[in-house]
C-alpha cells in the first residue's frame, strides 16, 4: 500500500500548478473565490487559454485533441484548478457532447462539431429534463417526428444550465412513441436560432440566473443532426452518465471550502475572541475535515480502480452522494460562520462605505442556497442510492 | 392539564392567519419583502387593528396579552405566511418599554414602530461583549459605535439601543431620523439595517439594563422560535401535498417509501419544535427563561434546517425557483437561526447552565 503519487504524477502536479500560477488571470480567479457570478465572457477566456495549451477538453481521445491523461492526472488536474480558483470548465460541450460525438457520432459530424467546441465557437447546453420527466428521464415527452429530411419538434425541456449562453442544445426527443419508453428515445442536436425555440429563465432560490426553460414548436431540424441510431438515444444519455463521472466527488471544490471557512473562523470575532475558537465551531469544523478525509481516499481508491479496470463502476454513487453532502456541509459553515451578517441580500448594500463580512463573503448565504441543487441534479441522491442498492447490495 | 389556547388567543391566532392567507399572499410577501423598506404601512395598519400588536403588551401596559403565549400565537401565525413586516422589533421593544413602565400606545396601536438594537458586528449575541458607548451631555446623552443586523430597523420610527454606560449595558431611545440607517432586504426577505451612531442624541430609558435586554432578546428568541414553527407546518404540508401528486415512474412520489420515512421524520422534529416552544413561552417570565428559550432556539435552530432542506430534496428542482413558495420558507427557516443568537449560541447558554448546576 502506498498513498502517494508517483513521480512522473508529482512531476505532472507541479507543472499543472506552475502553468496555472502563470496563465490564470487574477481577475479571473478573484471572481472565482468571490464567489460572484461568472460572466460568459470569462467562461470563455479561461478556455481559451486552457485550449491554447491543449488542456481544455480533458475527457477527448488524444486523435480528437485531448491530452491523453490517465483518471489519475485528470484528477490532479482538476485538483490543482481548484487550488488556484480556476473557473469550472462548463461541461456541456467538452465533457458530454464531445465524448458522445467520439463514441456514437458520425466522422462528418466529429470533424465539423468537436473543433467549434474547442475553439468556443458554439456554447452547448443540455436538453434532457422536462417538467415532467426528471428522475424518470425515460418518460420525457418532447417529440421529434420525421418529415422528409426533417425532424419537426416539439415540447419543452427545463432547467437548462446556461442555456441563456448558448447557441447550441442537444436534447432527447421521443421518435417512437409506440416503443418501450427507453426504446423510442433519440439523441438530436439543435441549432438554438432554429425558428420556434424560445428561451425563458428561470431564477432560482438565491435569485441567480442559471437555468432556464426551452419551448420548441414545429421546430425543423435535419436528419443529419441525429446523433447515431434513431430510437437508440437512451444508450447515450447511459453512457453520458458514467462520463459525468469524472470529477463527481467534487473534492477539489470541497477542499477550496473548507480553507475558506478556516480562514473565515480565523477572522470573524464572535463574543470576544476569534471564532475558531470557540469549541462549538471548531467541532463542526473539524467533523467536516474528517469526512473529507476520508472522501480524498475514497476517491483516490475509485479512481486507482477505474484506472485498473478502465471504466468506473457502480460504486462512484458513492461519491456523488457523499462528495455532494460534504460540500453542502461546508457551505452551511462558510454561512454560519458569519453569524447575522450573512443575511443581506447580495448586492443590496449599497453603501460601500459600510463593510460586512470579510471581504469576499457576502454571497456565503447565496451560495449555501445555491448549493442545494448538487445533491438534486446528475441524478438525485436518492436516485444514486436506488442505483447502489440494485448494483451493490443486490437487494 | 390543557394544552388547548384560551378562546381570545384561538381567535386572534385565527383572524390572523386568515388575513395573512387572504391579504399577503406569498406573491405579494415577495414583492415587499426584497425591496425597501420592507413594509407595507396599510397591511400594518391593518395587522394592528386585528390586534396582532396589543396581544404583546400586558392590560396594564395598554394591551391584552404580554404571556409567552401572546407571543407565540401572533408569531406563529406570521410564520405561516412568512409576513415580513418589522413585528419582531416591536415584540421585543414592547417587553422593554413594558420593563420601564414607559407610555407604548404608539407601538401597540402600530402609529410608531419599533426596532431594538442590541447585536454588533463582532458581538451579534453577547450583552456583555457591546462596545456602543453612551456619554453624558447637557441633560442627555450621545450615543456612539455601530449597531448591526437591527430587525425592522431600516423601517423603525424609534430604535432602542443597547450602550455602555458607567461600565453596564444601558437602555436608550433614539429616534431613528438622528441616526445613520442603512437598510437593506435580507436573503430570507424582511428588512434590517446597520445603525451607525456617532454622538447621536439619545433619551435615557434604563441605566442597569441587562435584566431587561436579556428578556427582550428572550421574547425575540422565543417569537422566532414560533415563527418557525408556523413555518415548518406550512412548508411540511406543501411537501406531503407535491408528494402525492408529483408522478415519476409512474407513481407519486410520495409511495417511495424513502421519502415517506422522511416526511414523518420532519413531522417528529416539528412536533418536538412546538413542544420546546410551548415550555419556552410558558417559561418567558419565570426565573429560567433563558434556559429554555435556549434550548427552544437550539432546538428549533437544528430541526428548522432539517425541515428546509429535507423540503427542497424531497421536492427536487422544483424547490429550487424563486417562483415556488418553498423555497422562501427553505430561506427564512434556514436563516432564522442566525437571529438572537444561533443554534451553537444557544447550546452553549444551556451548557453553562450544567455547569451552575
Ligand atoms: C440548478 C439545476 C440545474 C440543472 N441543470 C440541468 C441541465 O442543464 N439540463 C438538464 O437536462 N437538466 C438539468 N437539471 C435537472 C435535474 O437533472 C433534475 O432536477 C433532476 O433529474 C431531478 O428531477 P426533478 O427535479 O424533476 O425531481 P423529481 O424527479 O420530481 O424528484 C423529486 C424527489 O423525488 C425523489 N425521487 C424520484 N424518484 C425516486 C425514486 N424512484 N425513489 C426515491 N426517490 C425518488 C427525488 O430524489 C427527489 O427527492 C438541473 C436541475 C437543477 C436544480
Redesign the pocket.
Given at each position: 500500500m502506498d498513498l502517494s503519487f508517483s513521480p512522473e504524477e508529482i512531476a505532472f502536479r507541479d507543472e499543472v500548478r506552475t502553468y496555472l500560477a502563470e496563465n490564470l488571470p487574477k481577475r479571473i480567479s478573484d471572481a472565482v473565490r468571490n464567489g460572484t457570478e461568472q460572466t460568459k465572457e470569462m467562461a470563455e477566456e479561461w478556455h481559451a487559454i486552457l485550449n491554447r495549451k491543449g488542456w481544455l477538453a480533458t475527457t477527448w481521445g488524444v486523435e480528437f485533441g485531448g491530452p491523453g491523461w490517465t483518471p489519475v492526472q485528470k484528477h490532479i488536474f482538476e485538483e490543482e484548478c481548484c487550488r488556484a480558483y480556476a473557473p469550472r470548465i462548463v461541461p456541456?460541450g467538452l465533457n458530454m457532447l464531445g465524448p458522445v460525438l467520439q463514441a456514437f457520432g458520425t466522422k462528418e459530424q466529429q470533424d465539423t462539431i468537436l473543433p467549434r467546441i474547442l475553439d468556443g465557437t458554439d456554447w452547448w447546453?443540455?436538453?434532457?429534463?422536462?417538467?415532467?420527466?426528471?428522475?424518470?428521464?425515460a418518460s420525457l415527452k418532447t417529440r421529434a417526428v420525421r418529415d422528409g429530411d426533417h425532424y419537426v419538434i416539439n415540447g419543452q425541456?427545463?432547467?437548462?444550465?446556461?442555456?441563456q449562453h448558448a447557441n447550441k442544445i442537444f436534447c432527447?426527443c421521443r421518435t417512437d412513441p409506440e416503443a418501450k419508453q427507453q426504446e423510442g428515445i433519440s439523441f438530436i442536436l439543435v441549432d438554438l436560432d432554429t425558428p420556434g425555440i424560445e428561451m425563458r429563465p428561470i431564477k432560482?432560490i438565491e435569485g441567480g440566473h442559471?437555468?432556464n426553460e426551452v419551448f420548441f414548436t414545429d421546430v425543423r431540424v435535419p436528419v443529419s443532426n441525429l446523433v447515431g441510431e434513431e430510437n437508440k438515444g437512451w444508450t447515450i444519455a447511459k453512457f453520458l452518465l458514467t462520463h459525468e463521472r469524472t470529477g463527481i466527488a467534487g473534492v477539489g471544490f470541497s477542499m477550496q471550502s473548507l480553507e475558506e471557512v478556516k480562514a473565515l473562523a480565523r477572522k470573524v470575532r464572535r463574543g470576544g475572541r476569534p471564532l475558531i475558537e470557540d469549541p462549538l465551531f471548531a467541532a463542526r469544523i473539524a467533523r467536516a475535515e474528517i469526512d473529507l478525509e476520508a472522501m480524498k481516499i475514497t476517491n483516490l481508491r475509485m479512481l486507482f480502480k477505474a484506472q485498473q479496470q478502465g471504466a468506473p463502476g457502480p460504486e462512484t454513487s458513492i461519491l456523488k452522494i457523499k462528495g455532494t453532502v460534504i460540500h453542502q456541509e461546508l457551505k452551511d459553515l462558510a454561512r454560519r460562520a458569519l453569524g447575522p451578517v450573512a443575511a443581506p441580500f447580495p448586492g443590496s448594500m449599497t453603501d460601500g462605505n459600510i463593510m460586512f463580512g470579510p471581504e469576499g463573503t457576502s454571497n456565503n448565504a447565496a451560495r449555501y442556497f445555491?448549493n442545494?441543487?448538487t445533491s438534486?441534479?446528475?441524478?438525485?441522491?436518492?436516485?444514486q442510492?436506488?442505483i447502489l442498492t440494485k448494483t451493490m447490495l443486490e437487494l | 392539564m390543557d394544552f388547548n389556547l384560551t378562546e381570545d388567543r384561538r381567535m386572534l391566532q385565527d383572524s390572523l392567519t386568515r388575513y395573512l392567507g387572504d391579504k399577503y399572499p406569498v406573491d405579494h410577501r415577495n414583492k415587499v419583502a426584497y425591496a425597501l423598506p420592507c413594509h407595507d404601512p396599510a397591511k400594518w395598519e391593518e395587522l394592528a387593528e386585528l390586534g396582532a400588536l396589543f396581544a404583546l403588551a400586558p392590560e396594564d401596559a395598554g394591551g391584552f396579552g404580554g404571556t409567552g403565549f401572546d407571543i407565540m400565537v401572533v408569531f406563529e401565525a406570521l410564520g405561516r405566511a412568512l409576513n415580513p413586516e418589522p413585528m419582531l422589533g416591536a415584540a421585543m421593544a414592547s417587553r422593554l418599554l413594558t420593563k420601564v413602565g414607559a407610555d407604548q400606545e404608539g407601538l401597540l396601536s402600530g402609529a410608531v414602530k419599533y426596532a431594538v438594537a442590541v447585536g454588533e458586528v463582532e458581538a451579534p449575541y453577547e450583552l456583555d461583549q457591546i462596545a456602543c458607548t453612551a456619554t453624558a451631555k447637557g441633560d442627555g446623552h450621545v450615543l456612539s459605535g455601530r449597531k448591526s443586523s437591527v430587525y425592522g430597523g431600516q423601517a423603525a420610527d424609534v430604535i432602542l439601543v443597547a450602550a455602555m454606560l458607567d461600565g453596564k449595558p444601558a437602555l436608550f431611545q433614539v429616534q431613528a431620523s438622528d441616526a445613520q440607517i442603512a437598510g437593506y432586504p435580507m436573503m430570507d426577505g424582511g428588512g434590517a439595517a446597520e445603525v451607525l451612531l456617532d454622538d447621536t442624541p439619545a433619551t435615557l430609558l434604563l441605566a442597569d439594563a441587562a435584566e431587561a435586554l436579556t428578556d427582550a432578546l428572550n421574547a425575540g428568541a422565543l417569537a422566532l422560535c414560533a415563527e418557525a414553527v408556523g413555518a415548518m407546518e406550512v412548508t411540511h404540508a406543501t411537501t406531503l401535498d407535491?408528494?402525492r401528486t408529483?408522478?415519476?415512474?409512474g407513481v407519486p412520489?410520495g409511495k417511495?417509501q424513502?421519502?415517506q420515512h422522511r416526511a414523518v421524520d420532519m413531522l417528529t422534529e416539528i412536533e418536538q419544535s412546538r413542544s420546546i416552544t410551548i415550555k419556552a413561552a410558558a417559561e418567558l417570565d419565570g426565573p429560567d427563561a433563558s434556559r429554555f428559550v435556549s434550548m427552544a432556539k437550539n432546538l428549533i435552530g437544528r430541526a428548522a434546517r432539517l425541515v428546509a432542506e429535507e423540503a427542497i430534496?424531497?421536492?427536487?428542482?422544483?424547490a429550487?425557483?424563486w417562483e415556488y413558495p418553498i423555497s422562501h420558507y427553505a430561506k427564512r427557516l434556514v436563516m432564522l437561526d442566525a437571529q438572537l443568537g444561533d443554534t451553537d449560541y444557544h447550546l452553549s447558554r444551556v451548557m453553562a447552565g450544567l455547569r451552575a448546576a
Open positions: 456541456f447546453c443540455q436538453g434532457y429534463s422536462e417538467p415532467g420527466a426528471g428522475s424518470d428521464l425541456k427545463t432547467w437548462t444550465t446556461l442555456g432527447l432560482l442559471e437555468v445555491n442545494r441543487k438534486i441534479f446528475g441524478g438525485s441522491n436518492e436516485i442510492r436506488n | 407535491y408528494l408529483r408522478k415519476q415512474f412520489i417511495f424513502v421519502l430534496q424531497m421536492h427536487g428542482g422544483i429550487m425557483t
